[in-house]
């Protein structure tokens, strides 16, 4: 049986969603402006594509039910952290740090907290980064400021999160130890072809360098 809010609260929380989805757009903002200065002002963009998404209210009822908190507004601005979403797909996995410290050092935005499930997976296999960002929004009479998590992974990280995610909702949360351990193998694999791709990238690079007559001497790599 779905767990819906009620007429009032269901008000109040269409209203915080608007501001939300400013949040949301001001990261998703900040996000594109590094791809066009990757793009046209370095060597290389790190930055493949980036997926954005807002929580709708039924899926923010189900998280409060699971954890056993009223449906209120209140609570999913205060328990909920991850109501507005924004996900960069990196190239390699070196570049996620990159990424992400670019975004925390930006001055008007607070770290509320941080997560590495790039080096500590979960026990899942899962593997990301996740930082969650303090957003302002400049409102007619007032600053707003809301949190915005952002998760930053390779391709071959997405494609595992993606496909797992649609096994654990197939089995309801309930997944058969026998997929549960393909799954981990299947991201110990992933990290190792991230590694692998990494270093093909990285000998590309070298001999780039060693070809190309434009390239200073002092740039060349020994």
Not at 6 to 29: I, Q
Not at 77 to 91: E, N, P, Q, Y
Not at 106 to 126: C, E, H, W
């Amino acid at each position: 049986m779905a767990v819906l809010f009620s007429g009032e609260e269901f008000k109040k929380l269409k209203a915080d969603l608007v501001l939300y989805k400013c949040a949301l757009n001001n990261m998703d903002t900040r996000v594109q402006t590094l791809v066009e200065e990757f793009s046209n002002l370095h060597e290389s963009n790190p930055i493949e594509h980036v997926k954005k998404r807002l929580k709708s209210p039924e899926r923010i009822a189900e998280k409060l039910h699971k954890r056993g908190c009223t449906l209120t507004a209140e609570n999913a601005r205060t328990r909920l952290s991850d109501i507005a979403g924004i996900r960069v797909i990196c190239s390699y996995a070196r570049d996620i740090l990159t990424i992400a410290n670019v975004l925390s050092r930006q001055p008007d935005m607070k770290i509320l907290k941080q997560r590495d499930y790039v080096n500590t997976p979960k026990a899942s296999g899962y593997r990301s980064y996740h930082i969650i960002l303090e957003v302002p929004i400049y409102l007619t009479d007032a600053v707003k400021r809301l949190p915005v998590e952002v998760q930053i992974r390779t391709q071959a990280m997405d494609f595992w999160a993606s496909l797992e995610h649609k096994v654990r909702y197939r089995f309801n949360d309930e997944m058969p130890n026998a997929i549960i351990r393909s799954l981990r193998e299947c991201s110990e694999g992933i990290a190792k072809l991230d590694k692998e791709m990494l270093n093909i990238q990285d000998i590309a690079d070298l001999t780039r360098q060693r070809k190309d007559p434009f390239i200073r001497d002092d740039l060349r790599k020994p």
